[in-house]
T-cell receptor, first 116, second 113 residues
Framework: EPEVTQTPSHQVTQMGQEVILRCVPI?????FYWYRQILGQKVEFLVS????????KSEIFDDQFSVERPDGSNFTLKIRSTKLEDSAMYFC??????????????FGPGTRLTVL | GEDVEQSLFLSVREGDSSVINCTYT??????LYWYKQEPGAGLQLLTYIFSNMDMKQDQRLTVLLNKKDKHLSLRIADTQTGDSAIYFC?????????????FGAGTRLAVHP
């Protein structure tokens, strides 16, 4: 069964450094998302992406964040200058393929980002 | 704004039924989802229900939707130790091909012998 994959599974970085989190969505999906889950808190929407542009972003997704689909398979989230409060689990999701529910989002296993 | 609330913890005996409840605020929600998260793992889609349905059954899972009260429940029949996980309720509003999920805080289900 097709699945969303994410790399790395765990990323440790120093405050102020740039990080890129990578995702490979399900191959025939058209809509891509990033969510994050700070430890002990709710899963929060960050951004949605379609047709090579951002469809919607939350107030969390400020100028330090950017997303890109550099080729036909990868979808990346970049944090330009990480802060301590960026430490969280970041989930990628995709939707919009064929089938009974094209709107259902399928999630990757997550990347745990730790900012020191 | 949109909000989803869930009770935080549920403990059941193996073989009993579990019922996890959720309330949401956005009356325009078109889809409601249940995701499962096992320790250290990602979010696994369990089931979903369209807002024009009252009930959906999928093997051991039964989803009930009371749209008037904005209440959603997930019943797991014959609960097993492998069902121990955090269960997230999420609502979405379909918007031009994509939807943004609003999650509850998750209900931690503990299954004991």
């Amino acid at each position: 069964e097709p699945e969303v994959t994410q790399t790395p599974s765990h990323q440790v970085t120093q405050m102020g450094q740039e990080v890129i989190l990578r995702c490979v969505p399900i191959s025939n999906h058209l809509y891509f998302y990033w969510y994050r889950q700070i430890l002990g808190q709710k899963v929060e929407f960050l951004v949605s992406f379609y047709n090579n542009e951002i469809s919607e972003k939350s107030e969390i997704f400020d100028d330090q964040f950017s997303v890109e689909r550099p080729d036909g398979s990868n979808f990346t989230l970049k944090i330009r200058s990480t802060k301590l409060e960026d430490s969280a689990m970041y989930f990628c999701a995709s939707s919009g393929g064929q089938g009974p529910s094209t709107d259902t989002q399928y999630f990757g296993p997550g990347t745990r980002l730790t900012v020191l | 704004g949109e909000d989803v609330e869930q009770s935080l913890f549920l403990s059941v005996r193996e073989g009993d039924s579990s019922v996890i409840n959720c309330t949401y605020t956005d009356s325009s929600s078109t889809y409601l989802y249940w995701y499962k998260q096992e320790p250290g793992a990602g979010l696994q889609l369990l089931t979903y229900i369209f807002s024009n349905m009252d009930m959906k059954q999928d093997q051991r899972l039964t989803v009930l939707l009371n749209k008037k009260d904005k209440h959603l429940s997930l019943r797991i029949a014959d609960t097993q130790t492998g069902d121990s996980a955090i269960y997230f309720c999420a609502e979405s509003t379909f918007s031009g091909g994509y939807n943004k999920l609003i999650f509850g805080a998750g209900t931690r289900l503990a299954v004991h012998p």
